[in-house]
């Protein structure tokens, strides 16, 4: 196989060009998993958004724009970082680096709407390869998933949850050719592709044109356990993520709310 060589440029802050590499200038977001050759694309785009999708609950139209309280309710094979209006309000309590970590997180916070709720979700992957268990019998494609929803405290109602009307932009993609799931040296073999981080990509201003509607998938395509069946989802949360379940190891999402 051909190994793709290029440098890796530094991802962008999704909230302040002057950090790198997390959204909204925190680090506690970033991939520990580096490379020094791969592919790269740049994704990079900051003017204002023209697109953001229609809430996917019944809005209440008495909502005024002033500051309430919100319960997010995520599941995420394996990981994922939640931003609402440029700030990281929580984030999965078992790192991306944990094996086989399935599980439910309840996050409280307040904002103002309109909320721009942004959602940086991985699939574990012990090298760029984006394989697991490499070395082992086992070794194989990770496969992921997310399903997320918000609710509005004050009134009961949903104000948002995860489903085909997200954006979205796969950042990480590995093996870029399937064959390569059981070769013996992946690292080198694999080919991958990483794409720069977007500048503001958590930003109400993040113009989100380029971004693909996220895939709407089944349970049985994702196969949720251990904490999933424990949330009440609502009927218009779905599970999400890239176009390709194995291959697309992190995903970038976004929505509008505009309350």
């Known amino acids: 196989m051909i190994r793709e060589t290029?440098?890796?440029?530094?991802a962008l802050a999704a909230c302040t060009p002057a950090?790198?590499?997390?959204?909204?200038?925190?680090?506690s977001a970033q991939d520990p998993q580096t490379?020094?050759?791969?592919?790269?694309i740049d994704a990079n785009s900051g003017a204002a958004s023209s697109n953001a999708p229609e809430p996917t609950e019944k809005i209440d139209t008495e909502r005024t724009f002033g500051s309430a309280s919100f319960r997010a309710?995520?599941?995420?094979?394996?990981?994922?970082?939640l931003y609402v209006n440029c700030e990281l309000v929580g984030e999965?309590?078992?790192?991306?680096?944990?094996?086989r970590s399935f599980n439910a997180e309840t996050i409280t916070f307040d904002?103002?709407?309109?909320?721009?709720?942004?959602i940086e979700a991985k699939d574990f992957k012990e090298?760029?390869?984006?394989?697991?268990?490499?070395?082992?019998?086992?070794?194989q494609m990770g496969d992921g998933g997310i399903i997320a929803q918000i609710t509005d405290t004050s009134s009961g109602d949903i104000a948002a949850a995860a489903n085909a009307a997200w954006f979205s932009i796969v950042v990480h993609r590995a093996p870029l050719i399937k064959d390569c799931e059981k070769d013996s040296n992946p690292y080198d073999n694999c080919q991958f592709e990483i794409t720069d981080i977007p500048t503001n990509w958590a930003s109400a201003e993040f113009n989100d044109n380029a971004w693909t509607e996220a895939t709407k998938w089944t349970e049985n395509d994702v196969g949720p356990k251990d904490g999933y069946n424990q949330i009440p989802w609502g009927t218009s949360a779905r599970l999400i993520w890239g176009?390709?379940?194995e291959v697309d190891n992190t995903v970038l999402l976004r929505m509008v709310v505009e309350g």
């Not at 290029?6 to 530094?10: A, E, I, P, T, Y």
């Not at 950090?19 to 680090?27: F, N, P, Q």
């Open 127 to 139: 090298t760029d390869s984006g394989l697991e268990y490499i070395g082992e019998r086992n070794q």
């Open 111 to 118: 904002a103002t709407y309109p909320l721009t709720i942004a």
């Open 92 to 99: 999965d309590s078992v790192t991306i680096t944990t094996e």
């Open 35 to 40: 490379s020094p050759s791969v592919a790269t």
């Open 243 to 245: 176009s390709d379940l």
């Open 6 to 10: 290029c440098f890796r440029s530094f």
């Open 19 to 27: 950090l790198i590499v997390t959204a909204c200038g925190d680090d």
């Open 73 to 81: 309710d995520v599941w995420a094979d394996n990981w994922f970082a």
